[in-house]
């Protein structure tokens, strides 16, 4: 009998649900084991040369990842379905381009990211990290909760768990990994800022500079929110093309 056919009771389970979890799980170990490895590689090919092996590794899994969701977003059981309903579009745009703006700050050295100057881990409080110490874990969130109301389905629901799920536990690592690299001056960033969006300045511990905010870094950030507007029917055309 085949695992999933319309005797099961959950006939609206595909096989999709559990692909994405597991798609999910793997990349999860590949991107946060490297992450955890990167004293070890750093330390046998450089800091450029293992950046560059990062890269290689993490980009196509990412790159299969989105492709696949695209291609299967609609999988699984309709949970509500909102798109008709005024005003639930701007939502999800506005939501969405929120969410660069927390996604987008450890992006910002391009240089390094490309490893053409040495790759770095910063240890800052400015800017976005004064609002929220793990910026691109809010904004994954942010991004999940859009894309999970836009669509709703079961499938949709299980991508947008996981990849929650990932970044929290990469809240975890990452903090451990700056406390074993910096020691008492992470501490004490750790003691100015927050996980929690905007608690540290509620609190009084951290305060909010508008002034950080204004930086070419930002244009650009608006820039691909514009792009991506343009181009997302045409990214939905083109990731259909491919059988996965």
Known sequence: MALFDISSPWPWLTPSHGIIAAYLLLFAIVHSGLAALRPWGESKIGARGYRVIFALVSIPLATGLIIYFFNHRYDGLQLWQ??????VKPLVWILSALSFFFLFPATFNLLEIAAIQKPEIHLYETGIIRICRHPQMVGQVIW??????????????VTSLGLIAHHCFAVWHGDR?????????????????????????????????WQEFIKPAYVGVMG?????????????????????
């Open 82 to 87: 909102v798109q008709g309903v005024t005003g």
């Open 144 to 157: 999940c909760i859009a894309h999970t109301l836009w669509l709703g389905t079961t499938f949709t629901l």
């Open 177 to 209: 990994r700056w406390q074993h690299k910096y020691g008492e001056a992470f501490l004490a960033v750790k003691q100015r800022t927050s996980i929690v969006p905007f608690q540290a300045i509620w609190e009084g511990r951290q305060t909010l500079v």
């Open 224 to 244: 691909f929110i514009a792009l991506l507007w343009w181009g997302h029917p045409w990214l939905m055309v083109m990731t259909s093309r491919v059988n996965w």
